[in-house]
């Protein structure tokens, strides 16, 4: 009965930007569970690899797609129904981030940063939302961040974008909630993956996260797996609209240097 509740057997599951990190990590936890996966990226030789190397545990195959293409979207959507007949689950994890002053960004990195975080998450959504509409059934779920409930400095555009996130979600939920689509946003924390390796190289980044976690320790990928699953099965039913913040503790609060 347990097994039933979280269960994503035969589910399909369209994954953006899922050749590595949390996307690859929440890919293969849906093809162990039993879920046909498709993961998608920009670089055919990257998202393809990954899908041979998953494998193994599931079934996982591969679309080349760059979520700031339309057409691309469009395309890909449209690939993954003909060839599985619908579209259960989209996990919308595309994402890019530059970090600078705000008043440095240029345009060209403001549109490079908005048209794959937020953009190409709405017409990702949006395509895959309507073959939902038409099943009565469906579930999204978009990789948010810890951004959207505070923002950190020298990020803003991807904070800006992040924000725009959770509002789409709740949007979304409420617009498609009687017609059969839930629409969650999962926010991880901060998370060792192999992006983030180098900027929590250094002991002083490492000694303000420990201060500012309760759980005083990095999360993995793979710990974003469960909170995924929850939200894609029977056992989140009630649940659209939110923003499932992943994170630690982080956004509980702020800690301060004052005697205990």
């Known amino acids: 009965m347990a097994n039933d509740l979280f269960s994503v057997q035969d589910?399909?599951?369209?994954?953006?930007?899922?050749?590595?990190?949390?996307?690859?990590?929440?890919?293969?936890?849906?093809?162990?569970?039993?879920?046909?996966?498709?993961?998608?990226?920009?670089?055919?030789?990257?998202?393809?690899?990954?899908?041979?190397?998953?494998?193994g545990v599931g079934a996982v195959g591969a679309k080349v797609?760059?979520?700031?293409?339309?057409?691309?979207?469009?395309?890909?959507?449209?690939?993954?129904?003909?060839?599985?007949?619908?579209?259960?689950?989209?996990?919308?994890?595309?994402?890019?981030?530059?970090?600078?002053?705000?008043?440095?960004?240029?345009?060209?990195?403001?549109?490079?940063?908005?048209?794959?975080?937020?953009?190409?998450?709405?017409?990702?959504?949006?395509?895959?939302?309507?073959?939902?509409i038409a099943a009565g059934s469906g579930t999204i779920i978009n990789i948010d961040s810890l951004n959207s409930h505070r923002p950190l400095n020298r990020v803003s555009v991807y904070a800006m974008a992040k924000g725009a996130m959770s509002q789409m979600t709740r949007s979304m939920a409420m617009e498609w909630g009687p017609l059969g689509v839930r629409v969650n946003s999962l926010a991880p924390g901060f998370t060792m993956t192999e992006l983030a390796k180098p900027l929590w190289a250094g002991e002083k980044m490492n000694q303000?996260?420990?201060?500012?976690?309760?759980?005083?320790?990095?999360?993995?990928?793979?710990?974003?797996?469960?909170?995924?699953?929850?939200?894609?099965?029977?056992?989140?039913?009630?649940?659209?609209?939110?923003?499932?913040?992943?994170?630690g503790g982080t956004s509980c609060g702020q800690f301060w240097p004052i005697d205990g």
């Not at 093809?31 to 998953?54: D, F, M, N, S, Y």
């Not at 759980?215 to 649940?239: D, K, N």
Request: with cysteine; aromatic share 6%.
């Open 65 to 132: 797609c760059d979520v700031a293409d339309p057409a691309a979207i469009t395309r890909t959507v449209e690939e993954v129904i003909a060839e599985h007949g619908r579209i259960d689950t989209l996990v919308n994890c595309a994402g890019v981030n530059k970090r600078m002053n705000v008043e440095d960004y240029t345009e060209e990195v403001y549109d490079f940063i908005t048209n794959i975080n937020i953009k190409g998450a709405f017409l990702m959504a949006q395509a895959a939302g309507r073959q939902m």
């Open 208 to 247: 303000w996260r420990t201060e500012n976690t309760p759980v005083q320790r990095m999360g993995q990928p793979e710990e974003m797996v469960g909170p995924a699953i929850f939200l894609a099965s029977q056992a989140s039913s009630f649940v659209t609209g939110q923003i499932l913040y992943v994170d």
């Open 11 to 55: 589910q399909i599951v369209l994954i953006s930007g899922a050749s590595r990190g949390i996307g690859r990590a929440i890919a293969q936890g849906f093809a162990e569970r039993g879920a046909t996966v498709v993961i998608t990226g920009r670089t055919a030789e990257t998202v393809e690899a990954t899908a041979r190397e998953l494998s």
